[in-house]
């Protein structure tokens, strides 16, 4: 069974930086890209990064990119998200989910390749 457990959110003022930390069970974490999703009241859950399974390969949501940076450490099984440049519509509970593919080429932002998620972290952004 492999169990996700984000950490690192927390209360930040507009401009300021966070990083999550999403720390997963399993022996072959490294044989599957992750990605981070995040949910703001009131609307659907939507992609935030993805990383492929070597870490060679990242990809990033238009609203976000140049101020967040994925990564991951195989050795720690542990993915992050590197928030930088926080603005107030970042404010979002922030979760990380696995791929349901090994080893795939191109990471993917849709939700349904995505078979294990955490129970999130809530980030909330201050103007």
């Known amino acids: 069974q492999v169990q996700l457990v984000e950490s690192g959110g927390g209360l930040v003022q507009a401009g300021g930086s966070l990083r999550l930390s999403c720390a997963v069970s399993?022996?072959?974490?490294?044989?599957?890209?992750m990605g981070w999703f995040r949910q703001a009241p009131g609307k659907e859950r939507e992609f935030v990064a993805a990383i492929s399974w070597d870490g060679g390969s990242t990809y990033y949501a238009d609203s976000v990119k140049g101020r967040f940076t994925i990564s991951r450490d195989n050795a720690k099984n542990t993915v992050y998200l590197q928030m930088k440049s926080l603005k107030p519509e970042d404010t979002a509970v922030y979760y990380c989910a696995k791929d349901r593919v090994s080893t795939r080429r191109v990471t993917t932002s849709l939700e349904k390749e995505y078979d294990y998620w955490g129970w999130g972290t809530q980030v909330t952004v201050s103007s």
């Open positions: 399993g022996r072959t974490f490294s044989w599957y890209a």
